[in-house]
T-cell receptor, first 113, second 114 residues
C-alpha cells in the first residue's frame, strides 16, 4: 500500500535554482493538494487540483507552479527558489465529496541557501 | 485572524495521565479532522467527524457543532503518544475562498514522559 509518494525526501538548493517536487497517489483519488509547513504555523495550502485537468491557487501560491499530469500525479515547481521557500512540503490526496479523510505523503524537506 | 485555534500549544504529561487537546473554529465546516504528526515524520489522519463522538483505542474525539468546538482525548497516555496533534476543518464546497479545502490549526506538541 504505497498511498501518497513524494520525491525527493530532502533537497538543498541555491537561490535562483529551479526544481520540481513530485507526488503520486495510487488510491484513485480525484483531488490532490500541495501544502507547506513552517515552524509555528499550521499547514498552508499552496495549490490544489480538485479534479484531473483543473488546478487552483490556495493561500500561498506565489513563487510556485503546479501541473496535474494525470489522475495519479501532481507536481509542484519552484522556478526560481528563494530562501523564504525553505520549508517542509506535503502532498495530499482525497476523494473530494466523500466521507474519507485526506491522505498525506511523508513530506519533502527543502532548504534554499 | 486564525480560523482554527488549538490549545494548549505545548503539553507535557506523565505516562498514564488523561490528556485533552482543544480545538475551536470560527468558520462553517462540513467536517473536522484530527491528525497526528510524529517528529520528522508524515501526517496521519486519526479521526474525521461531523457530529458527536468517535473512539479508536485510547483516543476519543468529540465535536460540538453549535459551540464550534472539538476535543481530542487520550486515555492512559504512553510515551509513544508523543507527537504533534493537528486539528483541521473541512470547509463546505460552496464556502468562500476555501471551497471544500482544509484549514489547519497550528498544532499541539504533546510530550509524554515515562
Amino acid at each position: 500500500n504505497a498511498g501518497v509518494t513524494q520525491t525527493p525526501k530532502f533537497q538543498v538548493l541555491k537561490t535562483g535554482q529551479s526544481m520540481t517536487l513530485q507526488c503520486a497517489q495510487d488510491m484513485n483519488h480525484n483531488s490532490m493538494y500541495w501544502y507547506r509547513q513552517d515552524p509555528g504555523m499550521g499547514l498552508r495550502l499552496i495549490y490544489y487540483s480538485a479534479s484531473e485537468g483543473t488546478t487552483d491557487k490556495g493561500e500561498v501560491p506565489n513563487g510556485y507552479n503546479v501541473s496535474r499530469l494525470n489522475k495519479r500525479e501532481f507536481s509542484l515547481r519552484l522556478e526560481s527558489a528563494a530562501p523564504s521557500q525553505t520549508s517542509v512540503y506535503f502532498c495530499a490526496s482525497m476523494d473530494r465529496g466523500s466521507r474519507q479523510p485526506q491522505h498525506f505523503g511523508d513530506g519533502t524537506r527543502l532548504s534554499i541557501l | 485572524k486564525n480560523e482554527v485555534e488549538q490549545s494548549p500549544q505545548n503539553l507535557t504529561a506523565q505516562e498514564g495521565e488523561f490528556i485533552t487537546i482543544n480545538c475551536s473554529y470560527s468558520v462553517g465546516i462540513s467536517a473536522l479532522h484530527w491528525l497526528q504528526q510524529h517528529p520528522g515524520g508524515g501526517i496521519v489522519s486519526l479521526f474525521m467527524l461531523s457530529s458527536g463522538k468517535k473512539k479508536h483505542g485510547r483516543l476519543i474525539a468529540t465535536i460540538n457543532i453549535q459551540e464550534k468546538h472539538s476535543s481530542l482525548h487520550i486515555t492512559a497516555s504512553h510515551p509513544r503518544d508523543s507527537a504533534v496533534y493537528i486539528c483541521a476543518v473541512l470547509t463546505p464546497e460552496n464556502y468562500g475562498g476555501s471551497q471544500g479545502n482544509l484549514i489547519f490549526g497550528k498544532g499541539t506538541k504533546l510530550s509524554v514522559k515515562p
